[in-house]
C-alpha cells in the first residue's frame, strides 16, 4: 500500500512539475553522472520486511545503467528471501 501511495506522489509531483512551463521553448535537459544517481539510490538500501517466523526479505541497493540509445536507466536488484532456514538470492 505504502508503494501505490508513494508512486502517486511521485507521478503527482512530476507532473505538477511539467505544469509549471516557464513557456521558454526549445530542448530542456537535466544531466547527472551515473555515480551520483547510485549514490542517492544507494541511500534508501538495504530495505527489509519480515514476517515473524515466516519470511525475511531484504532488498539490496540497485545497479544502475544507462542506455542512452533508449534515453533510460536501467537497474539490476539483488533480492535475498530466508525462509524456516532455507535462503534464496536472486542473481
Known amino acids: 500500500m505504502r508503494r501505490r501511495v508513494a508512486c502517486a506522489a511521485a507521478v503527482a509531483a512530476l507532473w505538477?512539475?511539467?505544469a509549471c512551463?516557464?513557456?521558454r521553448s526549445g530542448v530542456?535537459?537535466?544531466s547527472f553522472t551515473l555515480e551520483r544517481?547510485?549514490?542517492?539510490?544507494?541511500?534508501?538500501?538495504?530495505?527489509?520486511?519480515?514476517?515473524?517466523?515466516?519470511l525475511d526479505v531484504r532488498l539490496q541497493a540497485p545497479?544502475?545503467?544507462?542506455?542512452?540509445?533508449a534515453n533510460r536507466?536501467?537497474?539490476?536488484l539483488a533480492?535475498?528471501?530466508?525462509?524456516?532456514?532455507?535462503?534464496?538470492?536472486?542473481?
Request: positive net charge; charged residues 25%.
Open 79 to 91: 533480492l535475498q528471501c530466508r525462509r524456516a532456514g532455507r535462503c534464496w538470492r536472486s542473481r
Open 73 to 76: 536507466l536501467s537497474a539490476r
Open 21 to 23: 512551463n516557464t513557456g
Open 28 to 30: 530542456r535537459s537535466v
Open 16 to 18: 505538477g512539475v511539467g
Open 37 to 54: 544517481l547510485q549514490a542517492a539510490v544507494a541511500g534508501r538500501f538495504p530495505r527489509e520486511w519480515s514476517a515473524p517466523g515466516l
Open 63 to 69: 545497479r544502475l545503467g544507462l542506455l542512452p540509445d
